[in-house]
Every structure is written in structure tokens, then in C-alpha cells.
């Protein structure tokens, strides 16, 4: 059985093609041939029984939302309800990242009860189950252990895995040269280090990179190449270190899609806003024009509370620019494992970041959508805007807390409404 990569590449429109492009409102062969040019991926296992969505350029911008345990805070049913909230508010993809509890178990009721794709990082499984996960003085993990893993991970289902790749003796070699204010802040990018100071030898993943690719070719696991050495502050962005393993991720592009492999690529991380455009250009030329998919970017350090907001800035940035997926941020980042509503937050302020740059691109269905929504509030026409709205729930509580949701006003303005004075005035 072929990937979706393979089928687009022999030009097959196949059922998920048809479903995914059914969801973004655009043509199955159309999706069909930025497929099979490495610009679009649909991350679906073949043993996992989803609605196929896809990501890529000229389609609407997804968002993913990262759920998981730790070792320190572990509650399977909590977790599986910041999934639900989740899915609810419109996340398109779900993270499991546990790093406590039974994984296994964790992640197979994940996948059971995800309506969304699922993406894991497999090597925190590993170190994870070692019980070694933050320490810094021993070695960590065989690699015929992390390549275990990978695959049973994919035999379960797993949509999309983010595997460091990129992270090389040569890739890490400028931390030592042009010191950074924060290191590596990637949990993955660090182990991968970790194992190469220690032992000498090269990243398995990289070293081995055609056995990863026998495995995700398999299954049609999604390879999301992990950004191991991304900027964790707005100091270190677009430096030597973050540039030099783009350079990699680009030719592990090549190879993955070369064996019919589905790949995207993962990006910042911290960066001031003014760098993030000429970043998603950079990252797109030179990936060879594979999804993007970016955490944040946060555009200040100092918002810890709100990155929520400072990552829907740099998101809205990034995705009028060549992101094509944005990685939530929730109020809890950099000082908490978060909460359910936190997850929500994460959510709607992932969304409006990714709707605002559809609009910014001219995605018809995104413009569309605000046109009817405008439209209605000029007739005062409430239940109808309530359709189109992020979070249609809040702002009808909102509405309804200061007045009945019959009233053709609202109390900011009330009998002074402007659209109201002009609509009679022109009468």
C-alpha cells in the first residue's frame, strides 16, 4: 500500500485527498498535485481512523494543541478532556507529549479518543520510560531502543512524528562558538545533544535517517522534522546554530520525499517580529517549499502568562508569510504544565491568529467568513453573527450577561449605536 505521497506522484486522487480537499473547500486534484510537489501532506496513519485534513500552501492554516503528562502532574481523564476542549474549539491536530504515567496506555486512549490527528515526539517515550528525563550525567537511550519506538508508535496509529533529525556533530557545533543566551530550550534537541556529547557518535536518526524512512513509508506516518536547535529567546533567533540544522532539515526534505515519505518541517521558537517574514521565506526556499510548522513564534521573552497572545502575534506574522501550521501556545508556557482552560485559551488564540492570515492570503472561505459576519452586525442581526465568530459561546455569554440577546444593541454603545444613527439617517 502507497503513501499519499506516492499515490499523488502516480496522479491518484484518493479518498483522504477528496475528504480533506471536501473540508478546505478546494479542487481533489488540486490537492492531489500539491501533494505529490512535497507542498501539502496529509498526516493520516493507515491504522488510524480520522477525517483526513491537510496542510500545505493555499490551504486555511492549521493549528495544533499539545496535551500530555509529566512526571510531576499525571491524570490520564484530564488529559483526555484537554483533548475534547481541544477538539471542540477547533484544533486540528492534538500532541500527545506524557512524559509520566503509563505512556503506552496514555497514548492508545489518546488515539482511541482523538477525532483529530495525533502527532508524538518518540524519543520522550524512551527517556521517559527510563526514568531519566531532565538529568544531565549519564547516558540516556539505545538507539535501537528509540527506533523501537518510532515503529511501535506507528504501528498504534500515529499520525505525525516530530523526530530531531537535524540535530548532527555538525549542526552543534556552533553552540561552542557563538554561545547563545539560552542554550537549546527544544526537550528532544537536547537529549539528541546530550547523546552526541557523550558518546561521540553521530544522531542515529540522522545516521540511520533511510531506516526512519522505512518506517514512516510503512504506515504513512508524517515525518515532522523537529527544530532541535530553535531560538528559546529572542536574542539567539536566526543564528549560526538555528541556521546551520535548517540547512539539514532541507536535505532530509529531499530524501524523505524522494522515498515517498510525507514530510514537514518545524520552525521557531523565539524571534523578534520584524525577523519572522524573511525566516518563513528562508525556511520555505530552502525545504523546497515543505509545510511549515512553527511554535509561536513568540515575539518577546517577557510575556510569560499571555504567550498565548505574544505566539498568535508571531503566529499571524509567520502565517501570512509560508507557515502553514501553528503550534499553540498556552498562558501556562514557560511556567506550567496547563491547564483545561488554558488548553481553550491556547486554542482560540491559535485560531485567530491562523484566520487572520488566511484573510491576509485571500483564502475565500476565511474572507467569506468575515464578510457575512460584518454584514450581520450591520443589520444588529445577533443569532447570525453568532455563526461566524472563533468562539461563539463566549460572545453570546457576553452578549447575554449584559443584556437580553433580543436587544438590537449592545451596552457599549447602546441607543448611540453608530450603524444604528447612520441606517436611519439614511433612510
Known sequence: ?????????????????????????????WICAQIAAGRCVIPKNKNHNIKARAIGDGLPTKINANIGTSGKHCSINEELEKLKIAAKYGADSIMDLSTGGDLFLILSEVLKNSP????????????ARKGELGLSDEFIFDPEELFHEIE??????????TLHCAVT????RYLKTHKRVTGIVSRGGSLIYRYIKQTGKENPLYEQYDRVLEICQRYDVTISLGDGLRPGSGADANDHSQIEELLIQGDLVRRAQEKGVQVMVEGPGHMPLNQIEANMKLMK??????????????TTDAAAGYDHIAGAIG????????ANFLCYVTPAEHLCLPNIDDVKQGVIASRIAAHSADIANGLPLATLNDLNLSR?????????????????????????DSESEKDDYCTMC???????????SSN
Not at 502507497?2 to 478546505?24: C, F, R, S
Not at 483529530?116 to 527517556?127: D, Q, S
Not at 526556499?285 to 513568540?298: S, T
Not at 447602546?414 to 436611519?424: F, P, R, S, V, W
Request: hydrophobic share 40%; with cysteine.
Open 152 to 161: 511501535e508508535q506507528a504501528k498504534l496509529g500515529v499520525d505525525f512524528m
Open 315 to 322: 503566529g499571524a506574522i509567520a502565517a501570512t508569510h509560508g
Open 169 to 172: 556533530r555538525e549542526s552543534i
Open 285 to 298: 526556499r530552502i525545504c523546497y517549499g515543505a509545510p511549515l510548522y512553527v511554535l509561536g513564534p513568540l
Open 414 to 424: 447602546g441607543e448611540l449605536c453608530a450603524m444604528k444613527t447612520y441606517k436611519n
Open 376 to 400: 450581520a452586525r450591520y443589520e444588529l442581526n445577533w443569532n447570525e453573527m453568532f455563526k461566524y465568530m472563533i468562539d461563539p459561546e463566549n460572545a453570546r455569554k457576553r452578549k447575554n
Open 116 to 127: 483529530v490527528m495525533v502527532g508524538t515526539v518518540p524519543i520522550y517515550t524512551v527517556v
Open 1 to 29: 500500500m502507497n503513501t499519499q505521497l506516492q499515490y499523488a506522484a502516480k496522479g491518484i486522487v484518493t479518498p483522504e485527498m477528496e475528504q480533506a480537499a471536501l473540508h478546505d473547500g478546494v479542487s481533489p486534484n
